[in-house]
């Protein structure tokens, strides 16, 4: 894992996720000749009576873009008076039901409700609060928090810094705002001074400056960002990420890392998150739902790519062993296809 991490090789001039549009790299498209009705009319008869028939629910969900899903969603609560999360729900279980839940959620909705359930109980996942804020366009995290202000009548950074502190949470309610430069013109002399500034406030200094770190990894704009990486490997002769892993520990230390690996590669970001939820014992359904459903519309051809270059191992394979049942067929199609 670290060759990736390591290569700064062209970094400055590849594409970035941050700037993708939806339904590029996607593997779930728009269905041409959709007719919303008809599509309600068809989960509506899925779940009548006893039994449900999966594989309905399976084809239109998967294969109709997120927003065909919505005009389904409004079909179904037009025809039926009841709510097509609330059905899904009712109808079917598990794993299995969590994801159909997810598909049939608008990506803004899902995203704020994945942040809520974070910050939900008597612990915060701040794995998740990183995941998502480090990894999210300005355009998605305001679409986040303005479901979070119509939902609860307060602002997402309101209820954050009570569940967030420290250093680790000045640097998360900043990514919060959603309020990063989204330049795309590069400053090589800027950078340079930043990779300067970074270097004294880490290598080159007893003890470390953790606030220089969050104000140049959290405002900067991408493009920038990834120049200065490749500044700062010039001056310390190590990776910003190498500097970060050896010099702040923690919840900040992970979130400067993500914020890092986003700037250099999205989809790379999210294969090994993917490869991560999957090893071993046991499934980390939470995270592997997040990620599937999050990226089908944006990235997930190319995460699929980077898993195989990374694992040798196709993400579809991953899948294939890891789960079962309904819930793995519903994977599966999202996932796309098979790279082996």
Sequence with gaps: MASLWDDLDDLVNKPSSFSAKGGERGTIKPKAHFDAGDDAAALKEAMKGLGTKEKTLIDILTHRSSSQRQLISEAYQADT???LVDDLRGETGGDFEDLLVALATPPAAYDCHEVMRAMKGGGTVESVLIEIFASRSNEQIQALNEVYLTETEKKVTFDMKTEVSGDFGDALLVLA????DESTSVDTQ???EDAKTLYEAGEKKWGTDESKFIEILCHR???QLRQ???EYKNISGKTLQQSIEGEISGELQELLVAIVKCVKSVPAYFAELLYQSMKGCGTDEWTL????VS????DLLDIRAEFKKLYEYSLHSAIESDVGGDYRKTLLKICGGDDD
């Design 295 to 298: 990226r089908s519309e944006i």
């Design 221 to 223: 704009s991408i493009p």
């Design 190 to 192: 800027k950078a340079k």
């Design 177 to 180: 705002e959603g309020r990063r």
């Design 228 to 230: 200065t990486l490749v």
């Design 81 to 83: 008076g009841k709510a």
């Design 289 to 292: 739902n997040r990620v599937m």
